[in-house]
């Protein structure tokens, strides 16, 4: 595979629970160059705020440190690397379980990779006690064909 990309951009921002917002929009304006569908923003902008808040909250806890976020684009798909140097996860596949939580104190759901895993085609979790936790995620850009080809297409039946 071709590990190339059409476009890229990094940020760096505070762990602050104010940025997971900034994080959305930017990842969102990022991927408006591949004339994504509404539901396509909203499913991205749903994962990223995710996995943004599990660094914010769970990463850091009470500190504050710098998440990374990476965005890159190759062939009409979207790769979100998001990534702290946090206290990290001890077991990742406990984590991923629906309704898992180790703040219910603070009235979270416990569905953070859950929501990912659905909104997004791939997601890839790495983590190290101690040093931090990276969440990788792709999904594939599937409303980019120019409009004529769309119409000939429906028009053939093969929408």
Same mark, same amino acid.
């Given at each position: 595979?071709? +590990?190339? *990309?059409?476009?890229?951009?990094?940020?760096?921002?505070?762990? &602050?629970? +104010?940025?997971?917002? *900034?994080?959305?929009?930017?990842?969102?304006?990022? $991927?408006? /160059?591949?004339? =994504?569908?509404?539901?396509?923003?909203?499913? $991205? &902008?749903?994962? @990223?705020?995710?996995?943004?808040?599990?660094?914010?909250?769970?990463?850091?806890?009470?500190?504050?440190?710098?998440?990374? %976020?990476?965005?890159?684009?190759?062939?009409?798909? @979207?790769?979100?690397?998001?990534?702290?140097?946090?206290?990290?996860?001890?077991?990742?596949?406990?984590?991923? /379980? =629906? %309704?898992?939580?180790?703040?219910?104190?603070?009235?979270?759901?416990?569905?953070?990779?859950?929501? #990912?895993?659905?909104?997004?085609?791939? @997601?890839?979790?790495?983590?190290? %006690?101690?040093?931090?936790?990276?969440?990788? #995620?792709?999904?594939?850009?599937?409303?980019?064909?120019?409009?004529?080809? *769309?119409?000939?297409? @429906?028009?053939?039946?093969?929408?």
């Amino acid at each position: 595979m071709n +590990n190339s *990309f059409d476009n890229e951009m990094k940020i760096d921002f505070l762990s &602050k629970s +104010n940025n997971e917002a *900034f994080a959305r929009i930017s990842v969102a304006a990022f $991927i408006a /160059q591949l004339d =994504p569908t509404l539901e396509e923003i909203a499913d $991205i &902008k749903t994962a @990223v705020s995710e996995a943004v808040t599990n660094s914010i909250i769970h990463g850091y806890e009470e500190k504050t440190g710098i998440v990374k %976020l990476i965005c890159k684009i190759r062939d009409n798909e @979207v790769f979100i690397e998001i990534s702290d140097t946090g206290k990290g996860i001890e077991n990742i596949e406990i984590a991923k /379980q =629906p %309704l898992y939580t180790t703040k219910s104190n603070l009235e979270r759901a416990g569905m953070g990779f859950t929501i #990912m895993e659905s909104f997004m085609d791939n @997601v890839e979790i790495e983590s190290v %006690l101690g040093l931090g936790t990276k969440v990788t #995620m792709s999904k594939k850009i599937k409303s980019n064909c120019n409009k004529e080809d *769309f119409a000939m297409s @429906v028009i053939r039946g093969e929408e």
